[in-house]
C-alpha cells in the first residue's frame, strides 16, 4: 500500500486547473479574433450589396448569416456583428423571402404562403432582436414591448444620430413581422410602439440606408386599406419626399410607390410610369446599392405581368 497516497490526489487537481487555465485562454483567443476579423467583415459586406445576381445572393445569405453568428458567439456585445445580423437578417426576410411570397400569392397553394410567411417572420423578429441588442437601451426596449408610449418617448428622446442602426432595424423587423401578423391581437399591440419608434428614425436621419426611413412611412400609410387606418394622402407626401432625395439611386423607391400607393388608389397611369422608371434605369450606376435595386428590378418585372392583381383593368 502506498504510504504518501498525496500524489493521486493531486495530479487530476492540477490537470484541472491547467484544463480551465487553457479554456480560459482559448475563449479569449476566440473573442480577440472575432473582434479582429469583425471591422473587416462590416467593411466587407458591401461585397453583398453589390451583387448583381439575385439567385446568387438568395444562397449566399444564410451562409454568411450564420457565419457571423458563430463569431457572435465569441463576441456577443461586438457591435460590428450586431449589425451586420440585425441588417442582414431583415434583408433576407425582405429580398428573398418576402419575394417568394409574393409568387406564392399569386400561383402558389395555401401551404406555400404560410410557411413563406412563417420563414420571413422569424428571420424579422431575429433582426429585430439584434437591432435591439445593438442600441443596448433596455429601459427603452422594455417601454416599447409594454406599449408604455410616454416612457418611450421619453427614451426615444435620448437617442443620437449613432443609435440609428440599431433603433431603425429593431422597428423595421418589428413592424414587418407584424404585417405578416396581421390576424395575431398579441402582435398587433405593438403596433403603437413601431410608430413612435419608427417617426424617430425620420427624426434621427431620414436619409440612413438610402432613405430607408422615409420609405417605412410611406409604405406603412398606403399597404393598409383607409377602413383599416390607411392614410393615402399622407402616404403619397412621404412617397414624393423619398422620390426627391433617393428616387434616382434607390430604385425601391419608385417600385414600393407603384406597388403599394397606386393600388390603393387605382391609378395604372401613375402605376406604369413607375414600373418604367425602375426598369428602364441603369443598375450599374450606383454599384453599392446594385443588389437593392436588382430586387426592385425583379419585382417590378413580376408585378408588371400581373397589374391586373394589383389594379382594376379600366372600361
Known sequence: ????????????????????????????????????????????????????????????????????????????????L?????????????????????????????????????????HYLRGSAYGFKLLDKPALEKAARAGDLAKLDAELAKLKKEDMPG?????????SAVN?????????????????????????????NAGAPLVFQAVYN??????????????????????AEHGEDNLLVPYLYARFYCPQVQDQKLFDALIAKVLEADPTRYPDLRLNNEVARTRARFWKAHADDLILPSG
Request: aromatic share 10%; with cysteine.
Open 1 to 80: 500500500m502506498p504510504s504518501h497516497p498525496v500524489h493521486t490526489t493531486r495530479a487530476p487537481a492540477l490537470a484541472l486547473l491547467v484544463f480551465t487555465a487553457w479554456a480560459g485562454i482559448s475563449c479569449n483567443i476566440n473573442k480577440l479574433t472575432a473582434n479582429a476579423t469583425s471591422g473587416m467583415l462590416e467593411v466587407g459586406s458591401v461585397a453583398m450589396d453589390r451583387e448583381a445576381d439575385l439567385e446568387f445572393a438568395r444562397y449566399a445569405f444564410p451562409a454568411s448569416l450564420k457565419t457571423l453568428e458563430t463569431f457572435l458567439i465569441n463576441s456577443p456585445q461586438n457591435e460590428h
Open 222 to 243: 398606403a399597404s393598409r386599406p383607409v377602413a383599416f387606418g390607411g392614410k393615402p394622402d399622407v402616404a403619397k407626401k412621404w412617397f414624393e419626399q423619398a422620390m
Open 180 to 208: 405578416l401578423a396581421k390576424d395575431d391581437a398579441d402582435m398587433l399591440t405593438g403596433l403603437g410602439a413601431i410608430e413612435h419608434i419608427m417617426a424617430h428614425t425620420v427624426k434621427l436621419d431620414r436619409h440612413y
Open 167 to 175: 433603433l431603425f432595424w429593431a422597428g423595421y423587423g418589428w413592424a
Open 82 to 122: 450586431l449589425l451586420l445580423l440585425a441588417r442582414g437578417f431583415n434583408s433576407y426576410a425582405f429580398a428573398i423571402l418576402e419575394g417568394e411570397l409574393e409568387l406564392a400569392q399569386v400561383s402558389g397553394s395555401d401551404a406555400d404562403i404560410d410557411e413563406l410567411t412563417r420563414r420571413a417572420k422569424i
